[in-house]
């Protein structure tokens, strides 16, 4: 099953999708954007390839809206950030913000977008088959060790416990 909402990505899901070996779980959403921002600070961090071929660009995102320059500054949101804000709120107005950003997420909510992270996007692959859930519990027990994205220990064994025993593993 592919989630018929598109998805507008900010760097850190693509950048930790890919220290996994996950980005086909891109494939969880029929359409996927991000910004040429994002692309830029894909390349910068992480020199990944990550390209047109895997995200579609969101063209046009010339102008921010005074709501996400306003919450951008409440959050200290970076300029990939506000650019897939601008993105979803000047073209896809029903579509998923991708990010593992605390911040980005809190000013998401405020905008009334629905979000996810990297977690997120492993544990809905691993529940519509898109991956085996075994291989995705493993994905999320390796991610200290193989990416760069921050989270507490106690935190990331909870949502792992959590997933095993809605899976009935």
């Not at 850190?12 to 969880?28: K, M, R, S, Y």
């Not at 961090?45 to 921010?64: F, N, P, R």
């Amino acid at each position: 099953m592919i989630l018929r909402q598109p998805a507008l990505f900010d760097a850190g899901p693509l950048i930790h999708l890919a220290e996994l070996g996950l980005l086909d779980l891109l494939n969880l959403f029929k359409k996927r954007y991000t910004t040429k921002q994002v692309l830029f600070e894909v390349e910068v961090h992480y020199h990944a390839g990550i390209t047109e071929k895997h995200v579609d660009l969101c063209v046009g995102v010339d102008s921010t809206p005074q709501i996400v320059y306003d919450i951008a500054k409440i959050f200290s949101l970076d300029a990939g950030e506000i650019s897939v804000l601008s993105c979803i709120l000047l073209f896809h107005p029903n579509a998923i913000f991708v990010s593992d950003d605390s911040a980005a997420r809190l000013s998401s909510d405020t905008l009334k977008i629905e979000s996810v992270g990297t977690l997120g996007i492993i544990i809905k692959g691993g529940t519509l088959g898109l991956i085996p859930k075994p291989e995705a519990l493993d994905a999320l027990r390796s991610i200290p060790n193989r990416t760069s994205l921050f989270i507490k220990k106690e935190l990331l064994s909870e949502i792992i416990q959590k997933t095993h025993n809605a899976w009935r593993l």
